[in-house]
Nanobody, 121 residues
């Protein structure tokens, strides 16, 4: 089990950038695949991106390919989501997840508390 803390959200204009962070407040992320998911108002939670525990493989939703980059620094026990060229439709609460299957995108058990990203047009 690992406890996750999401941070880095905020309000940004369309075309802008943000970097989200997912850190482990208890336990370690180094042996876990980690994913980012998001939930917009009135919609279900959807997969955004995931990275293998080693950092060797990644997977992205088609809607964010070429704009978002997931990375990790195991020495800092942290996973990042760099979001460039943000669009209003990216507005959502973003959650990190430990144990994501990066190929099926099925989430694992442990979630961060979420961080709000709002993109204005």
């Amino acid at each position: 089990q690992v406890q996750l803390v999401d941070s880095g959200g905020g309000l940004v204009q369309a075309g802008g950038s943000l970097r989200l962070s997912c850190a482990a407040s208890e336990g370690t992320l180094t042996s876990w695949n980690v994913g980012w998911f998001r939930q917009a108002p009135g919609k279900g939670r959807e997969f955004v991106a995931a990275i293998m525990w080693s950092g060797g493989s990644t997977n992205y939703a088609d809607s964010v390919k070429g704009r978002f980059t997931i990375s990790r620094d195991n020495a800092k026990n942290t996973v990042y989501l760099r979001m460039n060229n943000l669009k209003p439709e990216d507005t959502a609460v973003y959650y990190c997840n430990a144990g994501t299957n990066i190929w099926t995108t099925d989430p694992g058990r442990d979630w961060g508390q979420g961080t709000q990203v709002t993109v204005s047009s």
